[in-house]
């Protein structure tokens, strides 16, 4: 079965800071990986999405991901965060597997908190 | 531009009421979602539909129903509400495909007393 742990549910870190935030998926075919952004209150804004070729891929607001095979990791990583990217972070992935549909695994979540 | 739209933003009921979640999307998206969103669980798919006029469960859909009789909206029925189900429900959409990411709406934060 298909499923996506992230790896810490809460990550702390000060301003300007640079931050990692690790996702780790199971599947045993080939699959499509996304990291969404919740704001609190809001709905989830698509971040970036891996589906094929180069493995760094860039999202909005300065963030980007690796897409890692072998390790079958998909980081989020930030080299200078602002206390306006306070949110939580959702790695999902979708794939062959899907069974007719767009099926999305979520993984649990991040809370990113950034202090002054 | 709205996207997907969900009405109500919140609602509060007492255990046995029953209520339906309004959710429209103007992007001519084929397929559309129910989502519940707990802490520290994600999202959990509670129906999904891939056209319309068609409906399917999800993995949590008990004491839940779906209707989608125009492609642009899909409804969420609670026909008896528990409290179990005070959850946060997001719809979303996408076009046909596993690349294709998938559109939110903001939410409907439903408590049941």
């Known amino acids: 079965a298909q499923s996506v742990t992230q790896l810490d549910s809460q990550v702390p870190v000060f301003e300007e800071a640079p931050v990692e935030l690790r996702c780790n998926y199971s599947?045993?075919?080939?699959?499509?990986l996304f990291w969404y952004v919740q704001y609190p209150n809001q709905g989830l804004q698509l971040l970036l999405k891996y589906l094929s070729g180069s493995t760094l891929v860039k999202g909005i607001n300065g963030f980007e991901a690796e897409f890692n095979k072998s390790q079958t990791s998909f980081h989020l990583r930030k080299p200078s965060v602002h206390i306006s990217d306070t949110a939580e972070y959702f790695c999902a992935v979708s794939g062959a597997f899907s069974g007719g549909y767009n099926k999305l695994i979520f993984g649990a979540g991040t809370r990113l908190a950034v202090h002054p | 531009n709205a996207g997907v739209t969900q009405t109500p933003k919140f609602r509060v009921l007492k255990t046995g009421q029953s209520m339906t979640l309004l959710c429209a999307q103007d992007?001519?998206?084929?397929?559309m979602y129910w989502y519940r969103q707990d802490p520290g669980m994600g999202l959990r798919l509670i129906h999904y539909s891939v056209g319309e006029g068609t409906t399917a469960k999800g993995e949590v859909p008990d004491g839940y129903n779906v209707s989608r009789l125009k492609k642009q909206n899909f409804l969420l029925g609670l026909e008896s509400a528990a409290p179990s189900q005070t959850s946060v429900y997001f719809c979303?959409?996408?076009?046909?495909?596993?690349?294709?990411?998938?559109?939110f709406g903001d939410g409907t934060r439903l408590s049941i007393l």
């Open positions: 979303a959409s996408s076009p046909q495909g596993a690349r294709q990411p998938q559109h």
């Open positions: 992007m001519n998206h084929e397929y």
């Open positions: 599947s045993s075919v080939s699959v499509y």
